[in-house]
């Protein structure tokens, strides 16, 4: 860290003390030592968003949508994206069998920013998107929130509350099997081992099949979360994870006969077109958290926190090509031979409490942070298994002599600074304003080194985001909601340079929204409409070939409904429609202003129901997603398509069984995995969505009746 960086961390800290020891006072003389907030042992406050905010999410001026650990179970979910598809306006374009390692989620047409315990996660989330044994809730913000939380993506937060130690000592045990060899054990064992420390261990091994030719996938997880509060004014929180996953590394599938017709047969989805005796795909990461919530006075708690997380990854994989002239059967392929091995860390330091002014109530929290990005990736410059082209149909596999690739090691050197506020203004009864502003700076060193020759570049970035929203009830459990916040994105700027040679600043976006809520004890369910731009996009420099300019802009604007239902006794609804239209609204290429955005479909639709009839519950699902374009500006469209899935489960005393079948219909369906391309990537692989699979997990809860 340079001097000049340690000087503004240090007056950001120095800041930050001053107020955590003369607020407190200040709110004390104001309101007489009204009581506190309450704080459980968990250190979240009950029903708030992202275990950060303070926020109640009746309150939030924004979206949310909640998923809970039992949801994730009735579903028969085997990872984060298929939790997600109950959520309309998420577009999962992902799987178990991808050909990468991060997930390809979009939230509103746009990429989500996964948070874990209101932390950030860098890569970490795309070790093992499978791992769901220590994940206690996943809720979902949607729009960019870079107050709290920093770079966020633009279409929203994804954030994954994990499990904390229980009251009592309790804890399960499960297994799992289903189609494709599924084998799956997970334990969840925790409760107080003194009056004031807990614990709580959870974790899975899976040893599976899938239901691509040669792809077994082995991965374990565990997660240990310990908490300590000696009294009533400390409560400390440590979680420890590590997640390890091994499979091959999926090409995916000819575009060229599966979508587009090759005039012959259509590429069974079962195909495995990479080279089994080479292809691999193994990462495994840490990840420690801690904080530690300290209650200077009846209303102001100081709240430091620590996270420290690795990425590794090992990659043998194969890229597929257009197919050769004249044989569209045959796919020309590329090999790959590549490792990262990344560290990342994170500090912050949060005050947070109670004030009065001028007869109005503030919950105020206010905020530093530094984080550091250490990234490595190396190319390797010899492939050791030459690859040539492939029938898709008839597949011959077969390694030839070792062959060149270009060879590099690419180091990215991030450390950030930031300070933010918010202000929860209760300016009525039933009138709430949230307030909020973040400044951030990053320090970027990038080098770039091949056998030929290397580079480094080294620049300051800054940003200000800002939200401002306002809840108003209106009774009768309904209430209106609105606001309009920022974020910004460092992820595709990050050592990019103009032609002149200056650095690109920080992509932005920023969302606004309006709507309303209902809660009732039956009936939940919330309407909006929103506009969300992701500005400052890379885009070709039309004067100077090879560069690029930031004048690019995105634009998705759309209604977006869900809600869940009771209409009777044991018997329960959930659904929502989203309805988006994107495109690209500013590019330096006129023909490709007002394209649509890739895997942003028009309509999608969720519905799901359970009936209890006694021991018993039965469960339906749907889901339909409508075509979409493979890339941003892209030529081919992927057809739209309908999943329906069906589930039961049952209570035998300390036993459960649960059981669910997925695409019942077994409907063939493809998606990509083009992310962040701008315009004309790859449209020459897709990859194809899990065919009809039945998964049955049978558990044995002992003490308390943990699931």
């Known amino acids: 860290m340079s001097k000049r960086s340690l000087s503004r961390f240090a007056l950001l800290s120095a800041s930050l003390s001053t107020l955590a020891i003369a607020i407190p006072s200040t709110a004390l003389a104001q309101d007489g030592g009204a ?78 920013q996964i948070m874990r315990n209101g932390m950030r996660q860098r890569f970490y989330e ?80 899976e040893r599976s099949g899938t239901f691509v030719d040669f792809m077994d996938l082995d991965r374990e997880n565990l997660g240990l979360t310990l908490t300590w509060r000696p009294n009533d004014e400390v409560s400390a929180h440590f979680v420890a994870e590590y997640l390890n996953r091994e499979t091959l590394n999926n090409p995916g599938l000819p575009t060229v006969g599966t979508v587009i017709s090759n005039g012959v047969a259509t590429v069974d989805r079962s195909v495995f077109l990479g080279e089994p005796s080479y292809s691999l795909q193994e990462n495994h990461s840490p990840l420690f958290q801690a904080w530690v919530d300290l209650k200077l006075s009846a209303t102001w708690t100081l709240t430091p926190r620590l996270q420290y ?77 030459g690859i040539g082209p492939i029938d898709a149909l008839t597949p011959v596999y077969g390694c030839g002599a070792p062959t060149s690739n270009f060879g590099f090691l690419s180091e990215a050197y991030l450390d950030g600074y930031a300070i933010y506020a918010q202000d929860q203004i209760a300016l009525t009864e ?156 500013e590019t330096t290429d006129p023909v490709l202003r007002g394209a649509q955005l890739a895997e942003t479909p028009e309509h999608s639709a969720t519905l799901s129901s359970r009936w209890t009839l006694g021991p018993v519950e039965l469960r339906a699902g749907a889901n339909y997603v409508s075509e979409r374009k493979m890339v941003n500006g892209g030529a081919v469209t992927l057809p739209a398509y309908s999943t329906f899935d069906l589930g039961a489960g049952a209570d035998f005393g300390p036993w459960r069984i649960d059981a669910a079948l997925t695409n019942v219909t077994d409907e063939t369906y493809y998606y990509s995995d083009n992310l962040f391309v701008f315009s004309i990537g790859t449209e020459d692989r897709v990859l194809p969505g899990d065919p009809r699979t039945l998964s049955v997990r049978v558990s044995r809860s002992f003490g308390g009746g943990s699931q």
């Not at 949508?65 to 179970?73: L, P, W």
């Not at 002239?325 to 500090?347: H, M, W």
């Not at 091949?450 to 108003?472: C, K």
């Not at 634009?555 to 994107?582: F, H, I, K, N, T």
Request: charged share 20%; net charge negative.
């Open 309 to 385: 997380s690795e990425f590794n990854n090992t990659s043998r994989s194969t890229t597929l090509l257009p197919p050769v002239s004249g044989q569209p059967t045959l796919i020309q392929r590329v090999g790959r031979n590549a490792g990262e091995k990344d560290q990342f860390y994170v500090a912050q330091l949060d005050l947070s409490g109670h004030a009065a002014a001028f007869g109005v109530d503030h919950e105020l929290l206010f905020g530093i942070e530094y984080s550091a990005d250490r990234v490595n990736f190396r190319m390797q410059g010899t492939v050791p298994c």
């Open 126 to 205: 795309g070790v093992d998107s499978s791992s769901l044994s220590n994940i206690a809730r996943i809720e979902v913000l949607k729009g960019p929130s870079g107050v709290l939380y920093g770079q966020s993506g633009v279409g929203g937060i994804v954030s994954i509350i994990t499990k904390q130690p229980t009251e009592r000592l309790e804890g399960s045990l499960a297994v799992t099997g289903g189609s494709f060899d599924q084998r799956m054990v997970t334990i969840d064992l925790g409760g107080p081992m003194t009056d004031t420390f807990g614990a709580r261990l959870t974790g899975e091994i």
């Open 35 to 112: 009581q506190s907030d309450v704080i459980i042992v968990t250190g979240t406050r009950t029903n708030d968003f992202g275990a950060r905010s303070g926020i109640p999410l009746a309150q939030m001026p924004q979206s949310v949508q909640v998923i809970d650990e039992e949801d994730i179970i009735e579903r028969g979910a085997r990872s984060i994206e298929d939790a997600l598809r109950a959520v309309p306006s998420t577009t999962v374009a992902g799987s178990r069998i991808g050909t990468g390692t991060s997930n390809t989620l979009r939230v509103r047409g746009f990429a989500g």
């Open 430 to 585: 039933v009138w709430n304003v949230i307030a909020g502003i973040r400044y951030s700076e990053v320090e970027n060193q990038n080098n770039f080194i091949t056998a030929f020759f290397s580079s480094s570049n080294a620049g300051d970035l800054s940003n200000t985001t800002w939200q401002l929203g306002t809840t108003y009830a209106l009774g009768e459990g309904v209430s209106l909601f609105g606001g309009y916040n920022t974020g910004y994105d460092l992820e595709w700027v990050i050592g990019a340079r103009r032609a002149d040679g200056t650095p690109f600043q920080p992509e932005t976006s920023d969302q606004a929204e309006a709507g309303v809520r209902l809660a009732r004890d039956n009936l939940r369910g919330s309407l909006s409409v929103f506009r969300i731009r992701r500005n400052d996009v890379a885009v070709p420099d039309p004067a100077n070939l090879g560069f690029q300019v930031q004048d690019g802009q995105f634009r998705v604007q759309g209604v977006e409904l869900e809600g869940e239902w009771s209409p009777a006794p044991g018997w329960w609804l959930q659904g929502g429609y989203a309805y988006l239209d994107g495109e690209v609204t």
